[in-house]
């Protein structure tokens, strides 16, 4: 963790990775400015109770704005004198972005472009940007390594993502900014969006109605616990990148979709009413990381196993409402 306290922007920081991002940095006696553009891919009120607690909080500060607004962003954040910006706020899924590749585009491929500019003209120290696993696509090499040479994305969300990590490698050449991207895992736990699959799938289960369960339950993906995936970036932040550096954050261990469903089944009591559907477009048949890189240089080691890391997230769904109601914005 950083030595002295900094001012970090954090945007998509009421979301689910960036939330527990800005818990662990104002825990750390860190600045924040949070972005967030509090959309409704799902109820926004959800994304308000996650940065609740910091409401009062003097060094969090919160700005509800959208990255595709280039002329609200850059002065905003030039004002504010970040030492650091740490790229979250992004559309995510890759069905949705089937059905509007559009938005896709404007906001993590220009959203980012509006970030990076606004980074070089603030003169910030770091910039870390949150990519995903996705942009390996059908990379047939597994596990995937940032050496691959070739990406081969299969949706519009993962070539977004590719998109935002080549103007991040443009950018921190041309100006000599240090930029870490950092490909994330199938990342899961508390605050998880409801429409990923695990929270989707415990939902359901709980609720006694149907598991949708796209092609014969064999793709299997690679599991990576929140408070791992902010150890690790924690750590990237602190990494001397000269002057770009890609590293994969996951949990180097797949689990098969059969096994996730009975994984669930047991920690949360329940039994599962699995519905066998064709496989959808997009969707890849696993994913995979190899994280050596990221153990020697960043000193990443996930310690969460799948089972236990379920166990943590049942505990929390089982202790929150299923929706919670909108809190509206509040002035910081």
């Excluded at 491929?109 to 870390?128: E, I």
């Excluded at 770009?244 to 098969?256: A, M």
């Amino acid at each position: 963790m950083l030595d002295t306290p900094r001012r970090i922007v954090v945007t998509g920081g009421a979301g689910f990775i960036g939330s527990h991002l800005v818990d662990r940095l104002l825990a750390g006696g860190h600045q924040v400015l949070c972005v967030d553009d509090f959309n409704d891919f799902y109820n926004p009120g959800v994304k308000w109770a996650n940065i609740d607690p910091h409401r009062d909080n003097p060094r969090f500060l919160l700005a509800p704005a959208d990255i595709r607004d280039r002329e609200t962003i850059r002065p905003f954040i030039i004002s504010y004198h970040p030492d650091i910006i740490v790229h979250l706020a992004a559309r995510a899924g890759v069905r949705p972005s089937l059905t509007d590749p559009f938005l896709y585009h404007e906001v993590n491929t220009t959203g980012t472009l509006h970030l990076l500019d606004a980074a070089v003209a603030a003169r910030v120290k770091k910039f870390v940007f949150g990519s995903s696993s996705s942009v390996y696509g059908i990379n047939e090499k597994v596990p995937f390594s940032e050496e691959d040479p070739l990406l081969t994305p299969i949706s519009p969300y993962a070539a977004t993502k590719l998109a935002g990590e080549a103007l991040c490698h443009s950018f921190a050449h041309l100006h000599r900014m240090p930029t870490v991207t950092l490909r994330f895992f199938t990342v899961y736990g508390p605050r998880q969006r409801p429409d990923l699959a695990i929270h989707k799938f415990a939902r359901l289960i709980l609720g006694g109605r149907p598991v949708p369960v796209f092609g014969d339950g064999t793709t299997r993906r690679d599991y990576t616990y929140i408070d791992d995936i902010i150890a690790g970036t924690l750590a990237a932040i602190d990494y001397e990148s000269d002057p770009y550096e890609v590293f994969n954050l996951g949990n180097s261990r797949t689990v098969e979709l059969r096994e996730l469903i009975r994984l669930l089944e047991e920690v949360l009591g329940e039994n599962a009413l699995v519905d066998l559907q064709p496989l959808q477009p997009g969707d890849v048949p696993r994913t995979w990381a190899d994280i050596k890189k990221a153990e020697r240089l960043l000193g990443f080691r996930p310690a969460t196993p799948i089972r236990e890391g379920l166990a943590k997230f049942a505990e929390w769904l089982q202790n929150t409402t299923p929706e919670t109601p909108p809190l509206g914005p509040r002035s910081v």
